[in-house]
């Protein structure tokens, strides 16, 4: 039996259908890729639908039939690239290897999309503060599915004694924490490969030397080192 961390986040419940013509094949993915270049040129309390049917290369009528306002368009965006991590995320943690080697996957996994999909971080960033009532629920449920994931990969690591015995689900928090920070704080000179093996090797083995390692935990008990 799959167990909940396993199960798929449950899909969002599709908008009421409009009437009118049928939808235009691509044309929702055309209209949410110039979407994401106007939220993250302008504030949200900026941008006007018209705008939004300018830059998408429709009429604001025809925008209209596929989203409410642009709200709605802004959270499509959000929850589009949200749904898409997970997926990915979840197809890693599903391969077979062991647990250490899931974690890297997973990184990988992360930052490769925000490193593609740069403009999809930017909005991420700016919307967590505006989330409010069901738009943040929804969120955080979102995020929440996220994180489970990865404190699943590390339960495992822990059963397989590739990890040590602590809160992984703090300990999953703490290294989507790490992703974040390092993607936005990232210069154009940094490259995947080298930033994603310096995360994995600071979660997995953190940055002290033996030597700093005793003196921390000589800290943390109160002694001298």
């Not at 167990?3 to 044309?27: E, H, I, Y």
């Not at 890729?33 to 009528?61: N, Q, W, Y």
């Not at 929850?79 to 997970?86: W, Y």
Request: with cysteine; aromatic share 6%; charged share 30%.
């Amino acid at each position: 039996m799959t167990s909940p961390a396993r199960r798929s986040l449950p899909p969002v419940k599709a908008p009421p259908r409009r009437r009118g013509r049928p939808p235009t094949a691509g044309l929702r993915e055309v209209i949410l890729a110039a979407a994401a270049r106007v939220f993250t040129e302008r504030e949200f309390h900026e941008v006007k639908m018209d705008d939004l049917a300018r830059a998408s290369g429709v009429g604001k009528g025809t925008l209209y039939r596929y989203f409410r306002g642009k709200r709605e368009l802004y959270l499509a965006l959000v929850f589009d690239g949200l749904d898409r991590l997970h997926a990915e995320v979840e197809r890693e943690v599903e391969r077979p290897g062991p647990p250490a080697r899931k974690v890297e996957r997973s990184v990988r996994c992360i930052l490769g999309l925000f490193w593609e999909r740069h403009l999809f971080f930017t909005l991420l960033h700016r919307g967590e503060a505006r989330g409010q009532g069901a738009d943040a629920e929804e969120w955080a449920r979102r995020r929440t599915g996220l994180a489970r994931l990865l404190a699943q990969v590390l339960d495992e690591g822990v059963a397989a004694g590739q990890v040590r015995a602590l809160d992984t689900r703090l300990a999953a928090e703490m290294l989507l924490g790490m992703l974040r920070a390092v993607n936005r704080f990232r210069s154009p000179q940094d490259r995947l490969e080298t930033t994603v093996r310096a995360v994995v090797e600071t979660f997995l083995c953190g940055v002290g030397t033996p030597a700093g390692r005793r003196a921390a935990l000589a800290g943390l008990s109160g002694r001298r080192p």
